[in-house]
């Protein structure tokens, strides 16, 4: 997921989660504005010096802007909230809060939205009889004070009005209704945590042990070979709402003739009821009323009984009993929904099963249908969007202070999340057939789009234009890279220079580019548009003064390299971007810059570069190798990785040979006392950092010391530093290859490589260097990146848990994903990451697929498109080695040629209609599958069929079911498959429910709300956890501010409140804040996304500490089979949750399920972790705990010696986690030898007299709950105040020797590295790994090492 840094959407134990709902007053409601107080605003400001905060590209200058503008600015959002009283007709009166920065709009929504008052829309709001402006901020009305009362006054309908109105009712009638969110409609999602929970936990009482039902489904238990999907969607019945009218549609007497409209009529609607009544309806400026219409008479005059109502709900209630008894239940249910639950998501988020569902007559969906709702809004009737216009004027809105920060941010998102929106429908559209092509004479892949103000062209090779570099693959791959380019420069936010709406579709198996429109743009030739850059690749190139003014700013953030090239003139032209890269200057005279797809230097290790060129390690990994096309670019993420790795290591080198230049010169410092001071600091701290390793980031304090040591070296204003100090500057510049002599300079010259580009002077020296830079940051990806990934994942502080996060595992490192194949070749060799290699081999299997699917797809005819998709999930998941695909190959043929003069009528099929599909077997399409993946990764899979995969690489067929649909956009009907069927087909083509598109666009930031978040992070890293807390509390109200109520960001901030309220010990409100970021995840990411089942983990125990012990469980078992649907049983996640499982149940005293889950987890934890590990001691700890409790004390015994035994030789004798197995062991041994006495008495017959009972007891809750703390790593050690800073000064010393006795007791044995890292259920690193935080008189740690947290 793309978050905000440090914002781990899959952080660590403690990054956890948080809350968006300020007030229950509506789900719409743009939840509160931003309150900051001075405080957290002086905290702002202290921390915007720190690293890492100028994420906009704004200058430190602004970020030092004075005191008394800070506090300007702190003023300028203050925030008061009040009540008022509303006043509606037919409802008593009541109070409603609000905030003196709403506006008057805003109440109308939460009128609109409670459950009295949701049927009205058309009214207005009358403070003292005066009407207020819906616009106006409530601070700005005269008299609206606490306690004033405000008057709903019913208003006069229009058109437009009764429109609305309509489709609002209609809103209402489908507001529990699940159909939207199933057809990815209206940014409508599902979530099933109120139905696992059996209800809103927040208003359950604890669970008595005695009433529980805590059988776990079998499905779930350890060892389950059965992987249903149908409880993907548990109690889909439930769903389900009541029906309260048979049809509310349109009238077919529409619109009203002349001499009617002057009578007030407006539009009629036809309405048969639940009775089976049919009624006409009129809908006039004064309400709704029923006439004396019939299907074949117009009658437009009232009916006999008189029942004139201002709103549509009025009138049904008073006609149909049950619709009105109906609707309340409706209502009532409505109103027991979270708003979480109902609130739209900014992106639309799709579900890759669904259930059979019954299509009901739905008049405003058919006119959204064919009207195609060209994305005008109702606030601009008529009117269609200007997006270009929109995406630019948003950019350009002030951000000097916060406030207008907050305002552009949130512009931007909104008119972002919306253009999205409509790109995405308007790319369905072009693939259905549904819009006229601009150049409709050419061939139908050569066309090109214009709908709602969109541009859309197709992934294919228009013109030869790829010719050279690959043609429909490079095609193919370009949007994607242009992509990646739009979302750099956007990023980089530079002032003056402007980027298109950039929109990446893949629908059907083509994929499409939508981009906003540059003003002019058609009216010309490009030739004539294009000022900066080259259109023909570098034959004639032009340049322009602003533009490299412009290009120049964004340059230095992109670590791109001026450089020279020549046109066909031979003219030296010089360049701050790519030589693609073009400038156009459109009718409102803004710089826009297009076509970024080489934004990024090229990647040598795929391009034709000669083998000689590469260094021999790369040549021994294989390197170069070939690929399909030649548009192959290192990643954002690698450059800055490498930037930074080599600024690291020309600081270490520069400080080393300073040091060495320092112990020559001690006389001479001698001489002038005042010089000897100054460098006897910096010498002190170039100490420091040679000292470290050479490795990027050890923390913030190193990086802090490198660069004053090297502005000492560099800089001007010391003039007593020697020409020797220059030389060391000159030698570390030169180590790590320096484009300059005097300075770190690592920049990338994206046209090095690239045989169409002449440069200016290809002999020179500094060309070579340039292209070793190159060189360099291909080979530290091979040779840094991928090694730190898989070390990353040996000592458990990375694990991924798909094909999604090992995909974003990957590009967060910079790692390509044609790099997959080196990938699995390097995890392969380490047997305790075996579950990575095993999600490796399925990812390549799936994204091979993908390919195919793709070409598969193409040009097969619409009515056969679900029987097409059924036989490719036939042969590549099915084991009937014959499917067949419901049509056969004459038929097909018979029918094409009828068509032969028409083909291009349906959509944009290629002009050969595709009957292939038709002939694919089993046995031939994994053939290609095989072939694909050498081919494209390299890599040479072992298997020849579905079987041979499961059986040699234990992927599962559920889990490649699940990401192969998700990642082509498949929908499938919700039923549990068959999928080892050997003796007939698994799927039909009434299983194929729907094709969704597949969307990539770039994610628009909250730059502030990251300010505040990072700040918060570093204040708990350091102990502060009410400062941290508070902050982290600004942040989202400002994540609020900008992005509404829904948000990836807004989940992950959620958490973390959540774990720091259940830190400070306040259970309830981290249940609170985590319920809703459980809500969040499953809205805004998925269902079955890796995040949600984090989520629901972190819950469960919340609601454990809440004694909900039967939700905790409940939550529990929903994690593990989420987990098992997306990776299987072979993974660490799952002896964490067995762990949770095992430890809960043992609670209430179910022994056997609790030892079936804890044993399973032991297992799990000797695999990957190793047999030494804290992990391993832990677990056999639990196993002992039980196995006493269920009486069997030489198991437990047994146990137990082996958790001592591990805790003796890593911690030592004298450690109070040994000395407390120790004792232990003692107490079972005692147990044992008087059980074994009492047995043999009774066999003997003897009579009991002398022995002691035995002593089981039974486990406390909180014994339990602080066992779930360690776990989880979470660990709570009373330290009283005093000791604090001590503690503090203390933990840095104690972390070095223990890394040091680690280090001693276990060489370099890779499987015990961290064998005892916390909560690594996230499957992502944390920064701040290592650090161990006091908190308040408590230790607190989120994911450190178990001896860390032991020591007292």
Request: glycine content about 6%.
């Amino acid at each position: 997921m793309a978050g905000i840094p440090g914002l781990d959407p899959e952080g660590d134990a403690s990054s956890s989660a948080s809350n968006t709902g300020h007030k229950d007053k509506t789900a719409t409601d743009h939840v509160e504005v931003v309150r900051m107080t001075g405080e957290s605003g002086d905290v702002m400001s202290a921390e915007t010096n720190g690293e890492n905060l100028d994420v906009t590209g704004e200058t430190t200058k602004e970020e030092k802007e004075g005191d008394e503008n800070k506090e300007q600015e702190v003023v300028l959002i203050q925030d008061t909230g009040f009540n008022v009283k509303i006043l509606c007709p037919g409802v008593e009166e009541f109070e409603l809060p609000v905030s003196s920065m709403e506006l008057v709009q805003e109440i109308h929504q939460v009128l609109m939205d409670r459950e009295d008052t949701c049927h009205r829309t058309c009214f207005s709001l009358q403070l003292e009889g005066q009407t207020l402006d819906n616009f106006a901020e409530l601070k700005t009305i005269e008299g609206l004070k606490e306690g004033s009362i405000i008057k709903v006054v019913e208003e006069p309908y229009t058109i437009r009005e009764a429109r609305i109105h309509l489709r609002h009712i209609r809103d209402l009638l489908k507001s529990v209704d699940p159909s939207d969110a199933y057809n990815g409609v209206d940014c409508n999602s599902l979530s099933f945590l109120n139905i696992i929970t059996s209800g809103d936990i927040l208003e359950k009482k604890s669970s008595k042990s005695g009433s529980m039902d805590c059988t776990p489904p079998e499905y779930i238990m350890p060892g389950s070979k059965e992987r249903p999907l149908l409880p993907l969607h548990p109690n889909v019945a439930e769903l389900k709402t009541p029906n309260c009218v048979k049809i509310l549609t349109p009238s077919g007497w529409n619109p009203p003739p002349g001499n009617r409209k002057m009578h007030g009529d407006l539009l009629y609607l036809y309405a048969v009821t639940l009775e089976d009544k049919k009624y006409h309806i009129t809908a006039s400026t004064r309400g709704f009323y029923i006439n004396m219409c019939t299907e074949d008479v117009f009658n437009p005059r009232p009916a006999a009984q008189k029942c004139l109502s201002h709103t549509l709900i009025e009138l049904l209630n008073q006609v149909s009993p049950t619709f009105k008894r109906n609707f309340a239940q409706l209502l009532k249910k409505r109103g027991q929904k979270h708003p979480f639950e109902r609130v739209p998501t900014p992106y639309q988020v799709y579900t890759w099963m669904v259930p059979t569902s019954e299509h009901t007559v739905d008049y405003i969906r058919a006119e959204d249908a064919f009207t195609t709702r060209l994305g005008y809004e109702e606030h601009i009737p008529g009117q269609t969007r200007d997006w270009n216009e929109e995406i630019q004027t948003t950019r350009e809105l002030s951000r000097k202070t916060l406030p207008e920060r907050l305002i552009r941010e949130r512009a931007i998102f909104k008119v972002h999340s919306d253009f999205v929106a409509a790109a995405t429908r308007g790319a369905q559209a072009v693939i259905d057939g549904n819009v006229m092509a601009i150049n409709p004479g050419d061939e139908a892949k050569n066309q090109m789009y214009i709908w709602n103000n969109i541009f859309f062209s197709l992934g294919f090779d228009v013109k030869d234009h790829y010719k050279d570099f690959g043609g429909d693959f490079a095609a193919y791959a370009a949007p994607s890279n242009d992509l990646q380019g739009v979302r750099a420069y956007f990023n980089a936010d530079i002032e003056g220079m402007y980027t298109l709406g950039t929109v990446v579709v893949d629908y059907k198996g083509y994929r499409i580019t939508a981009q906003s429109i540059i003003p002019g743009i058609l009216e010309r030739e490009q030739e004539q548009s294009v000022v900066y850059g080259s259109i023909d690749f570098g034959k004639t190139v032009v340049s322009n003064e602003k533009y490299k003014e412009l290009l120049q700013k964004s340059a230095s953030h992109l670590k791109i390299r001026q450089h020279k090239v020549l046109n066909e003139k031979n003219e030296e032209i010089e360049l701050f971007s790519s030589i693609e890269c073009k400038g156009i200057v459109g009718n409102d005279q803004r710089h826009y810059v297009l076509d970024l797809l080489r934004t990024t230097p090229p990647d040598v290790n795929f391009s034709t570069v000669a083998a000689e060129e590469l260094s021999t390690d790369m040549r021994n990994h294989g390197y170069p190798k070939p690929h399909r096309h030649k548009l192959c670019c290192l990643r954002q993420e690698l450059v800055e990785a490498f930037v930074e790795n080599r600024y690291v290591v020309f600081v270490r080198t520069a400080a080393f040979h300073f040091q060495q230049l320092q112990m020559n010169k001690k006389t001479a410092q001698e001489k002038d006392k005042l010089d000897s001071k100054n460098w006897k600091d910096i010498s002190s701290e170039v100490k420091k950092v040679v000292a470290g390793e050479d490795t990027v980031g050890k923390d913030s304090l190193e990086t802090d010391e490198a660069k004053k040591i090297v502005e000492a070296l560099t800089g001007n204003e010391n003039q007593t530093i020697e020409e020797s100090s220059r030389d060391i500057v000159k030698k570390a510049a030169i180590a790590v290859g320096s484009l300059s002599d005097t300075e770190f300079n690592v920049t990338f010259n994206p046209d090095v490589f690239q045989s169409h580009v002449k440069h200016a002077d290809p002999q020179s020296s500094m060309l070579r260097r340039e292209e070793q830079v190159v060189k360099d940051a291909a080979e530290f990806l091979v040779l840094h990146q991928i090694p730190t990934l898989v070390n990353d994942c040996l000592d458990h502080s990375s694990s991924p848990i798909d094909g999604a996060t090992l995909t974003e595992t990957m590009h967060t490192r910079g790692i390509n994903m044609r790099y997959l194949g080196k990938v699995s070749e390097t995890f392969s060799k380490y047997k305790s990451v075996s579950y990575v290699y095993t999600i490796c081999i399925a990812e390549l299997i799936t994204r091979a697929s993908k390919h195919l699917y793709k070409t598969h797809m193409q040009g097969v005819e619409s009515r056969n498109v679900s029987m097409a998709i059924s036989h490719f999930l036939n042969c590549f998941l099915g084991s009937f080695p014959s499917p067949n695909p419901g049509v056969s190959l004459d038929e097909l043929h018979g029918k094409s040629s009828k068509k032969k003069k028409r083909k291009n009528k349906q959509g944009i099929a290629v002009s050969v209609d595709n009957v292939d599909w038709v002939s694919e077997t089993p046995k031939s399409l994994w053939k290609k599958i095989a072939d694909e993946v050498d081919d494209y990764y390299h890599y040479t899979l072992e298997c020849d069929s579905i079987d041979s995969a499961v059986e040699k690489y234990g992927v599962q067929r559920v889990s490649l079911l699940r990401s192969f649909c998700q990642r082509v956009g498949i929908q499938i009907l919700l039923k549990d498959y068959n999928l080892e069927c050997r003796n007939r087909t698994v799927f039909n083509d009434d299983d194929i429910v729907n094709v969704l598109p597949i969307v990539k666009h770039i994610q628009p930031r909250a730059s502030d709300a990251y300010h505040f978040f990072t700040s918060g992070q570093s204040k708990i890293q350091q102990g502060l956890i009410k400062e941290g807390y508070d902050l982290i509390l600004e942040a989202l109200n400002l994540l609020n501010n900008v992005y509404g109520a829904m948000h990836p960001e807004i989940a992950a901030c959620l958490r973390l409140l959540a774990r720091l309220n259940y830190i400070m010990g306040d259970y309830g409100e981290a249940m609170s804040y985590q319920q809703r970021a459980v809500l969040m995840s499953e809205r805004v990411l998925g269902v079955d996304h890796p995040n949600t089942i984090t989520e629901y983990t972190h819950l469960a125990m919340y609601c454990f500490a809440n004694n909900q012990v039967s939700s905790a469980l409940r939550l529990m078992y929903r994690a593990r089979f989420l987990a098992l649907v997306c990776h299987g049983e072979n993974h660490p996640e799952i002896g964490l949750i067995d762990s949770n499982i095992g430890l809960i149940l043992h609670a209430v005293e179910e022994y056997e399920r609790s030892l079936t889950f804890l044993e399973h987890a032991l297992r799990l934890y000797q695999k990957f972790y190793g047999g030494k590990s804290l992990k391993v001691a832990m677990s056999c700890h639990l196993v002992a705990r039980t196995h006493s409790c269920r009486g069997d004390f030489r198991a437990a015994l047994a146990s137990e010696k082996e958790a001592y035994t591990i805790y003796r030789q890593m911690l030592g004798e004298e450690h109070e986690r040994t000395k407390e197995s120790g004792e232990c062991l003692k107490h079972l041994t005692q147990q044992a030898v008087t059980f074994q006495k009492k047995m043999n008495e009774i066999v003997k017959g003897e009579k009991i007299t002398s022995l002691a009972p035995l002593q089981i007891q039974t486990p406390s809750m909180q014994s339990v709950l602080e066992m779930l703390n360690v776990v989880n790593g979470i660990v709570f050690v009373q330290i009283s105040p005093e000791e604090i800073a001590r503690l503090r000064r203390e933990v840095g010393q104690k972390q070095e020797q223990k890394e040091v006795e680690m280090s001693k007791l276990n060489g370099k044995d890779s499987d015990s590295k961290d064998s005892d890292s916390g909560n690594e259920s996230n499957g992502a690193s944390s920064p701040e790994k290592e650090s161990l935080p006091v908190i308040n008189g408590t230790l607190v740690n989120g994911s450190a090492h178990l001896e860390e947290i032991l020591t007292n």
